[in-house]
């Protein structure tokens, strides 16, 4: 199996599912020439031609609404937001509009949407560049969210939320881009949007995050190994909808639950995992579910020292699990 | 009286039948509307928002359409324009009355949010000017593949405020999109008067900046708005491009049946809009040029009143949705069954 | 003290804000000569002229946007979105934007804005006249996010989101405009924009929520007494910040913990809350937190039994309460 | 060679005392910009944008505005224009470095974010065309107040596709708003070209739609801008509501230090270009005009340097940020303290 990076395994499931069905188009603010900012659409106007792989205006809004329309037409339109930061203009047509048709329209209308975006901090994108929005469009019914940890399920994830008949957004940590290279098997495969993974098996407790987290999870659970604490890792890998048996199950295995995630957790992914695990595992745990987060500030600095103020690291997060496992 | 046709068609740019098939559908769309304000007064249909005075450019734009080929993004107002292109006055009063029946939504939104996947009428929502993106995607997808289905997109002069308009047109124009805006300009946002929505009279000035066709029309003028319509549906068919048709239309009743516009309009310009009906203006026009006698003018509406009678009561007689069903549809596939 | 209904005790804020000080404006979609479609800017315009009580087109990021613009410039708005389901176009100015001036300023701009916008459901106004979508804006630090769920609180609240330095959304149940009546002081007081309100004291199970689902609290905590059961029922009405200590004193007091709100459940309000007593009171608890909301679907529906099908009523309520009694 | 004022006013309608101004300052902008290039380059500064090629205008546009009386919202490519409102080269070096002491933001932000309360240069986050809603709603505020206050607003061609931009000039155009919408159209939306941004060459074209101005000026010439630039101050000061000037400008380099526009764009292109920079232009001519001599214009560059140079000095000295002040500024008072 070729060894990918998540950049490349994006690519892949984008090139794949384009030379299968006709009616896959790309659009989206410089994703032709230039092959978007971060090159995930590289190569494929060459070899798709420039309608089916379309630079829009610099316009949001008319990207998601463009995109609607066509799905309703027929098309599978992948949108690409250049920054998850920017999707904040199209939160009208996402979430009146897309996440809403097939169920104002009693079934009759669908709509097969992806909207891909980066999203996510540590690469010194201040404020704007660096954001981790998706817990408001957690919320919202009608939508999936899903956000790939590994190569292998940034291209399953992907084929599978081409192939949804509903609208599905698909948030990429730019920091995995080039930084995680892993084993993406040829041809199309597809992963569920609705499972999480154990990333590592544990016994003691269950760390459920997602995105980069997923990552420095892993290294925290190492630390943790060598201490004599044996910690799963879950990536919870689709947020909307959440894994419910997943998340139960991490749960009442181990008794002691900690949820990590980038941003800040008022009202976020983080929360509503710790209230599925009270309603589903209260007799079995044996301490507070704790979260750990960013802090409750308006976004993630661009100067160094403020940037890594804000990230959850490896160190603290396996102070929160020692924390955890004293208790 | 009768006359012939080729005078008709020389005084008026349009043939007799035509005009009849006009008057006809304005007629139909007018009475059943006014039906749904009685239902709304009996307390039977909870809310009601009318597109009294805005039929003539409606039934002229989509008497140019294909139904099931060509498309239409409509706004709330379009009754006529979607009574024209095949949804039933019986479909129309099951959504009004919120039955379990009503093809469009299923009793799940407010009257007036028209929709038919077999018509190629583009589902909508309440939230104002988004159908407009919708609309340049569906074109987009028509071009795409070659076809010569053209797209139309209904929006209010209020709406135009909305930065998806411009988002539209500006995409729609960048690609000679096969789509036609119509701007169904009746002078007033709820209650907001056009002077303090926008800065000159015409929205249709907008097209310039966009290097499109913006077109003003006499929305109260069946035959020119027929005209003006069929110019720009087929100048998209053709691969020509967008453009922006303006009808200056009229707002007879309040904003909706939750709304009294007296307390922000006066007497006299509520009457002199009155004055103006389009219906009833053309009726009369229409007895002059010969085509169309009061008689027969009548004999029509007692059959089209017949015909809103009898959906009247099969709508009445369905069944309300059952309650669970509000679960339904959320996600397709797995979701659905659940 | 006067009896005014919550639409009354919003409009005396409004009213009272702008004869203290000129720089109070109100702006929005029909708040002129209409008074607001449901009639909260009534007698306004009359009173402070058409600059003061301005019009806007109908373009909502418009309406925040240059209320953003204004109150950089010494002026205090108060933007009315129509609706809070129309809130969304202005998504972007309102996260973007206003949420982050402080912040990314260093503190040298401020921002401040009240953004009042009529939410929920059981008006009979289908899909986009009935939503609650509070949570999407609950996650975003910078903001603050009130509801108020009585007449006196209506005009406090409002008084002091007018005062606040910051952006604040202020959002009014519109099923309580004219159902609710209560005693509002004449002149100006202020309620705190991040403390909850015990509506009801009791002991047994703690019942958090907001909005109009107070008032249905309320009811089923009669309900409950009658059999026997004590229900402390808490008015959260800040939302963001959320009253952790209110939180977790009304958990450890009565071990048992509902939290209740009009709109589904997924990373909501309700998980933050849930979360927030896992944290503070696990060694309190006598039973899981249990949560009860909206279903898991796009909206609202228009239809009547649709509509009471969707609505979390009463006896839903109580039996929720009856559940987490016998536990 | 010594030439008296008046010809060269005859010749270019603006005095030589001014023309050497907006020489300088043109020079001094693009000294600092080019040494972002090097801080970039060498590592020391992760991110830069430049203003190269856009400086005319800017300076132009700059020169009639009262700094701190009158408001900018400009967008991150305003490097000239808020050098000469009054922000330092010092100032902009220790944004670049995100240092503590960056007044515009204190290091939060990415560079080229321009802020000053004290020179009313309003906040600008990444969002792009956000601020036009900004400007409208502080000309409003000045328009309320009766104050003469004028707002000038930037942003680029691309931008302009954006609704906030629609909604902002409807707005503004309403209520004829003392403000100046500045399209600095450099023909590239990062790789996106003009061609695939919108259907006409001129943003400008839009303006008609809106009832007001629109102004096309060549961006290289900042003789006609500055005489175009004046006009339209002078219109919003003395009430008679806004204008969109645009100014066709060079994008001298790629979008910023993170792009490279070889992809996209042709050698034989950037060439082009590259023989069009205004800066160099500028300094031919008025050397042509007797009004800088080329070794006056030297003297000039060797003391700007020295004063980038010794900022450069200043701001790599400046302390970072401490870490925990993240916390801080989140909301007033109580929060801030703690
Ligand atoms: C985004 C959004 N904002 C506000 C509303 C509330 N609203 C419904 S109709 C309307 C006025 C529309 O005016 P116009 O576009 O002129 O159409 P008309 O009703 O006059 O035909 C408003 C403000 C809405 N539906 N959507
Ligand atoms: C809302 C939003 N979408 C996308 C971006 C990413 N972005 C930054 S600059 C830019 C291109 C801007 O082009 P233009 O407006 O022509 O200005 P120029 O850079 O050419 O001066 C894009 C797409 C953004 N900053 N904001
Ligand atoms: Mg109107
Ligand atoms: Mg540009």
Redesign the pocket.
């Known amino acids: 199996m070729p060894l990918l990076t998540y950049l490349e395994a994006i690519r892949a499931g984008m090139r794949d599912e384009m030379r299968r069905d006709p009616s896959v188009m790309v659009f989206g ?2 994703v032709g020439a230039k092959g978007g900012v971060f090159g995930a659409t590289e190569g494929l106007q060459s070899e798709f031609g420039e309608w089916r792989v379309l630079d829009s205006p ?1 316009a ?1 809004s008319c990207i998601v609404g463009v995109a609607i329309g066509a799905a309703l037409n027929g098309m599978r339109p992948i949108a690409e937001i ?2 998850q930061d ?1 999707i904040l ?1 199209a939160v009208n047509q996402i979430v009146s509009e897309a996440a809403k048709i097939r169920y104002r329209s009693n079934g009759e209308w669908h709509c097969p949407l992806v909207v891909r975006a980066p999203f996510g901090g540590g690469v010194h994108g201040g404020l ?1 560049h660096s954001q981790s929005l998706e817990a408001m469009f957690c919320h919202v019914p009608g939508l999936k969210v899903v956000v790939p940890s590994t190569p292998h399920d940034a291209k399953g994830l992907l084929v599978a939320a081409v192939r949804d008949p509903d609208p599905v957004l698909y948030f990429e940590h730019k920091r995995a881009y080039r930084s995680l290279r892993g084993e993406v098997p040829d041809g199309a495969y597809t992963v569920p949007l609705d499972r999480a993974r154990v990333a590592r098996a544990g016994e003691e407790i269950a760390l459920f995050t997602y995105g980069m987290m997923v990552d420095t999870a892993l290294r925290a659970a190492d630390l943790l190994e060598a201490e004599g604490v044996s910690v799963e890792v879950v990536d919870l890998r689709s947020l909307r909808p959440l894994d419910r048996e997943a998340i139960a199950g991490g749960a009442r295995r181990c008794g002691k639950v900690l949820v990590a995630q980038e941003p800040n957790l008022a009202v976020s992914v983080a929360s509503e995992v710790s209230a599925i695990v009270a309603e589903e595992a209260f007799e079995y745990l044996d301490a507070p579910v704790m979260r750990v987060g960013g802090p409750e500030v308006p976004g993630m600095p661009f100067a160094k020292p403020l940037e890594d103020f804000y990230l959850v690291d490896v160190e603290r997060l396996a102070a929160k699990l020692r924390e955890l496992a004293r208790y | 009286m009768v006359v012939a046709n080729k005078d008709v068609r020389a005084a008026t740019g349009v043939d007799a039948g035509t005009l009849r098939t006009i008057y006809r559908h304005m007629l139909r769309s007018r009475l059943l509307d006014e039906r749904m304000w009685i239902l709304n007064r009996q307390g039977l249909a909870p809310f009601w928002i009318s597109g009294m005075g805005h039929e003539a450019v409606q039934v002229a734009m989509a008497l140019h359409l294909r139904p099931g080929v060509d498309w239409l993004a409509p706004y709330y107002r379009d009754l006529s324009m979607t009574l024209v292109l095949g949804i039933t006055p019986r479909e129309q009063l099951l959504a009004a009355l919120a039955r379990a029946d009503d093809p469009a939504t299923g009793g799940r939104q407010m009257p007036a949010h028209f929709s038919s996947r077999r018509l190629n009428i583009v589902s909508t929502g309440s939230a104002v000017a988004t159908q407009l993106l919708h609309a340049a995607g569906v074109a987009l997808a028509s071009r795409m593949r070659g076809e010569d289905a053209v797209t139309v997109a209904c929006v209010g002069e209020g709406a135009t405020s909305e930065g998806d308009f411009h988002e539209a047109v500006n995409f729609a124009a960048i690609h000679r999109l096969p789509v036609v805006f119509l701007v169904e300009n009746n002078g007033y946002a709820i209650s907001v008067p056009i002077e303090k929505q926008m800065p000159t009279p015409d929205v249709a000035d907008r097209a310039r900046g966009y290097g499109i066709p913006g077109v003003v029309v006499d929305g109260c003028d069946p035959v020119l708005c027929y005209l003006r319509c069929g110019e720009a549906v087929a100048r998209a068919r053709r691969g020509r491009g967008p453009t922006i048709i303006e009808a200056k239309v009229l707002r007879l009743t309040s904003h909706s049946s939750d709304d009294d516009q007296r307390r922000y309009r006066t007497t006299e310009a509520l009457e002199a809009e009155r004055q103006r009906d389009c219906l009833i203006a053309f009726g009369h026009r229409l007895a002059g040029l010969g085509v169309l006698t009061p008689s027969a003018a009548e004999a029509m509406r007692v059959e089209l009143l017949a015909e809103v009678d009898q959906a009247t009561r099969e709508a009445e007689a369905a069944p309300e949705p059952r309650p669970e069903t509000a679960l339904l549809h959320v996600v397709g596939e797995g979701a659905e069954a659940g």
């Open positions: 603010e410089d610099l949001e250049q920054f920017y203009p704007y």
